[in-house]
């Protein structure tokens, strides 16, 4: 199989990622990769200590992003790799997500076209959703309210 294609869609929470990611894989048959199953902030009180820039580093492992579903994917090959627990708030699930090699890898999530992973990417998406009042609704819907007031 050649080299598939890579797509990282990128923006913050709430801008219509997933729902871009979701229509495009579908149209495709594209790998999807979502960037929110290795989040890497910790719990909620660690997290809002940690100063802007330690949160940037921190929200995805982007390490362990690219080494366990990047490279593989990229390589033609199967991926494999544990979500973030966000049940139980840390640690990794039990359960293991599989994604099948593809002609087309789609990377979503904020922080998804960072320049650690520049050289596995073919094509960047950058939405720009200029509307904060109606992100800051979806993700209510999405999230609740308790989450946004935190």
Not at 66 to 71: H, N
Not at 93 to 108: C, F, H, K, M, N
Not at 115 to 123: R, S, T
């Amino acid at each position: 199989m050649p080299r598939p294609f890579v797509v990282a869609i990128d923006d913050r929470s709430g801008a219509g990622k997933s729902t871009l990611a979701e229509v495009v894989t579908a149209r495709l048959n594209a790998a999807l990769i979502e960037g929110d199953q290795f989040y890497a902030g910790g719990a909620d009180a660690d997290w809002a200590r940690l100063p802007v820039v330690d949160r940037i580093d921190r929200v995805i492992d982007w390490r362990r992003l690219r080494r366990e579903a990047l490279e593989p994917l990229a390589a033609g090959q199967a991926a494999t790799w544990r979500s973030f627990d966000f049940a139980g708030g840390f640690g990794l699930a039990e359960q293991s997500t599989i994604r099948q090699a593809a002609g087309v890898v789609i990377l979503e999530g904020a922080y998804a076209s960072r320049p650690q992973l520049a050289d596995l990417l073919d094509f960047t998406v950058l939405i720009e959703m200029r509307d904060d009042a109606a992100r800051r609704a979806r993700l209510i819907a999405r999230e609740g309210g308790a989450f946004m007031a935190a």
